[in-house]
């Protein structure tokens, strides 16, 4: 009796299945053996092509269907045998069990859609749609697909050729058909997945091993059982065993369902990181820019109420010079370990982020009053300010620390971060490694910042930028031996001095198009002058950046007809900082060709002496700074003493800056120094000016020199 049980719902299910395929789809179906051979087909594919009742048979070949088919006005725009050689080379070529559509031209210009899909036992199960009217109607097209899409699960199931689990239920709830990726994915014992078993009973040993959906096992049932009498398309997703599983329920004309289940572990963790990617650095992990900002808009209700809290921003200074010089890859494990020593020095309710670069921020709350920020502040640059070990190398940066306390430097997120920004900038104008609190008024020093940057930009265009030349006087010639060309720059009606735009011009890389022009124009001015006095041109470090600088120095003496030997570049020892080799070839390439090589401002840095060894620089020049302590302070004499004492052992030429009284000029020449520079002598003076004196030197040398035969 349970043999003849088993056979009746055996034949059911192949029943179930038949009229699946063939009577439930609204398109026509045929089916061809691995031999072209017509196996099965379907009134609406006779319809289609328009074949009689009669004139298919069991066992035709493809090329008979095909000729008939040509005679009914089918494929207009071929010869049957081209149409045969086609279709045939598309069939074999879709033997790897995959699903292929094409599109063709039958009688009354109707377009059909194809579909086949290739299996061993059976062959090409082919489907033919008249997409026609579909073509001309969007909405229809879409209502058309998703009715396809849904039978086609019929016919997957039926082939067994789809990658995700799939069952198919009668509408009494008893199994028809699973596939073996559901099989697998249930790891479902060989009693659960014969034909006839009930859902029930599969959903029952399910929850037994580990699957949860947030309820008990019969409420489960019960929403399975609710969602099959609806008769609606559902969706619901499933934990079994620490994996994901999304079911989808697609019920079906004569009242049984297909559901389709899918292993999605692995994406919804995918999804997971990308989203973690979406808010967080890549190279620390922190949270980034707009994890930080969200997390300041979720505190604007806390400061609204008058509750306090603090944002940091944090700069890393001197991290681009290590950067450029050292490698990205030194940098970067630079920033990563900055970061981890940032974050340990925050508390466990403070939100710490990478913004970008060497920027970090720092949101505390709550906090009791500014002094706790302060407290952060200075464990951040005490943290930083100690050396980095990285690949056997010591490397010394800092931190600058800008601070914003709400809700009195704002109350709102922008404001607050805007505040915080301008008193970092504040921390880094007073020298860097250290901290500075929001004050009124900054904002107007920053759009005065902002406001030369931008006239800088047009500087040039607008022909506001000229040079002023202040002479040097050669001690032992007693005349001037050098001018040093100064920049100006007079913008809307008043000058701008060097000490405010020189930085700006140097930070936002105006520096380079200006120092060219500068170059240029003091070239050009030297060679008008008589006889063989030198000009002197101030190079910034960044001017170094550019490869070819070595080409734009010869180009400006070509341009000018002035010999290298009258051009003097003066430096200053922050260029020699990281001992750059190409700095250093540039630097000899220069002198090679005549050009002398001259260090401003020397005594000021933290390593003369070393960068003296390190280039053999043609001239010093004593910084102003010990000229002006040199009557009083028995110091300021030995210094310039000692560096007059050492420029002459190694061969170097010594200039005094800032020599504006007949005592330092007296002290100095006493010493050996070979040129003064100075208000005592000259100011600035502008091109017309300076070529005037200078002649009249002439003047006054040629009439002694007759006077004297």
């Not at 302060?374 to 490397?395: L, Y």
């Not at 735009?501 to 060219?516: M, S």
């Amino acid at each position: 009796m349970q043999a003849e049980d088993a056979g009746n719902l055996s034949e059911m299910a192949e029943a179930l299945l038949l009229d699946a395929a063939l009577e439930s789809i609204p398109y026509g179906f045929c089916v061809w053996s691995p031999q072209f051979r017509l196996v099965m087909w379907n009134k609406n594919y006779r319809d289609i092509y328009g074949f009689s009742s009669t004139a298919l048979q069991r066992g035709m070949t493809l090329e008979e269907v095909v000729n008939l088919s040509s005679t009914l006005g089918n494929h207009p725009d071929q010869t049957p045998q081209e149409f045969y050689e086609a279709y045939t080379d598309a069939l074999l070529n879709n033997r790897h069990g995959a699903r292929a559509k094409t599109q063709e031209v039958v009688h009354g210009a109707r377009v059909i859609e194809t579909a086949h899909v290739y299996s061993p036992a059976i062959g090409w199960v082919i489907t033919h749609e008249d997409v026609t009217d579909e073509m001309a109607r969007t909405e229809l097209v879409q209502k058309r697909k998703l009715e396809l899409e849904r039978q086609n699960i019929r016919l997957d199931a039926a082939v067994n050729n789809i990658s995700q689990g799939l069952c198919m239920f009668d509408p009494r709830g008893r199994l028809v058909i699973c596939n073996q990726p559901y099989i697998k994915i249930y790891n479902l014992p060989e009693r659960l997945i014969k034909p006839g078993i009930q859902l029930e009973d599969i959903l029952g040993h399910l929850f037994d091993v580990g699957m949860s959906a947030g309820g008990t096992r019969e409420e489960y049932v019960l929403w399975r059982r609710d969602v099959i009498a609806r008769r609606e398309y559902g969706k619901n997703i499933h934990e079994l065993n620490g994996r994901t599983i999304m079911m989808q329920h697609h019920p079906m004309k004569d009242g049984g369902w297909v559901s389709t289940h899918e292993d999605i572990t692995e994406q919804r963790q995918n999804e997971a990181r990308i989203r973690h990617l979406a808010r967080h650095d890549a190279l620390t992990d922190l949270p980034n820019r707009i994890e930080f900002l969200e997390q300041m808009a979720k505190a604007e209700a806390g400061l609204a109420r008058g509750e306090m809290a603090a944002v940091l921003y944090i700069d890393l200074d001197h991290f681009k010079a290590v950067n450029d010089t050292l490698g990205h890859a030194v940098g970067d494990e630079v920033i990563k370990q900055a970061s981890a020593r940032l974050w340990g020095t925050t508390r466990e309710t403070d939100i710490l982020a990478r913004l970008g670069g060497d920027e970090f921020a720092l949101l505390m709350r709550p906090v009791e009053d500014a002094a706790d920020a302060a407290r952060v502040a200075d464990r951040i640059i005490k943290s930083i300010a100690a050396p980095f070990m990285i690949g056997g190398q010591q490397i010394e940066i800092g931190a600058s620390v800008g601070i914003a306390v709400g809700p009195g430097d704002g109350e709102k997120t922008d404001t607050l971060v805007k505040n915080a920004d301008l008193a970092l900038y504040k921390a880094k104008s007073e020298g860097r490694s250290t901290y500075h609190f929001f004050e009124s008024g900054m904002d107007a020093v920053l759009q005065q910042r902002r406001s030369i940057e931008a006239g800088l930009r047009l500087a040039l265009q607008r022909q506001e930028l000229r040079l002023v030349f202040q002479p040097l006087l050669g001690l032992s010639e007693n005349r001037v031996t050098c001018v040093e060309a100064l920049l100006r720059w007079d913008h809307e009606e008043h000058a701008i001095s060097p000490v405010e735009f020189i930085p700006i011009a140097e930070e936002t890389g105006l520096i380079v198009p200006i120092g060219e022009w500068v170059l240029r124009q003091a070239c050009l001015t030297a060679a008008s002058w008589p006889g063989e006095i030198r000009i002197a041109v101030n190079l910034s470090p960044v001017q170094f950046k550019n490869r070819d600088l070595v080409g734009l120095v010869k180009s400006a003496l070509a341009d000018a007809k002035l010999p290298a030997t009258r051009l003097e570049l003066e430096i200053t020892e922050s260029l020699l900082l990281a001992e750059s080799d190409s700095v250093l070839k540039a630097l000899h390439d220069l002198r090679a060709m005549g050009v002398r090589i001259c260090m401003d401002d020397f005594g000021t840095g933290y390593s003369s002496l070393s960068y003296l060894r390190s280039f053999p620089f043609d001239k010093i020049k004593i910084d102003r700074s010990f000229m002006r302590d040199l009557t009083s302070r028995g110091d300021s004499l030995a210094i310039i003493k000692a560096v007059i004492g050492l420029g002459q052992s190694l061969g170097m030429s010594t200039t005094a800056e800032g020599v504006e009284t007949e005592d330092q000029l007296e002290m100095v020449r006493s010493q050996g120094c070979d040129e003064v520079q100075g208000f005592l002598f000259s100011p600035p003076l502008p091109p017309a000016a300076l070529a005037n004196l200078l002649h009249s030197e002439v003047a006054t040398r040629q009439t002694q020199r007759k006077k004297a035969s």
